[in-house]
Nanobody, 124 residues
């Protein structure tokens, strides 16, 4: 059974940083595109960032230049480093595993597995 366990969310002041972690059990992340999405109350789910299984990167417009995604295959964990956070970044952040085509790197349609989400709240 594949399980994604996120951690690292919390309350942070605007301008601060957070690093989210997503540890994967039951599958090796080296065979998947690893993605991060977020969803704020009343809004649709939004793509944040991804690292493809070949090591390439993709970023959503909303946090472009303020996030970095990385993976540690030995720890089977993917990370999302978020900097210069803004109140509008407040959302539940989800990691996801996708074995679909690279052309769908920003999409959720071919995601096979989701984490439970971790809340990030940015206050001004």
């Amino acid at each position: 059974q594949v399980q994604l366990v996120e951690s690292g969310g919390g309350l942070v002041q605007a301008g601060g940083s957070l690093r989210l972690s997503c540890e994967v059990f039951g599958a090796a992340i080296g065979f998947y595109h690893m993605k991060w999405f977020r969803q704020a109350p009343g809004k649709e789910r939004e793509f944040v960032a991804a690292q493809s299984l070949s090591g390439g990167y993709a970023y959503g417009d909303s946090m472009l230049g303020r996030v970095d995604v990385s993976r540690d295959t030995a720890e089977n964990t993917v990370y999302l480093e978020m900097n210069r956070l803004k109140p509008e970044d407040t959302a539940v952040y989800y990691c996801a595993m996708d074995a679909g085509p690279i052309s769908n790197i920003r999409d959720a349609g071919t995601v096979g597995y989701w984490g439970q989400g971790t809340q990030v709240t940015v206050f001004s």
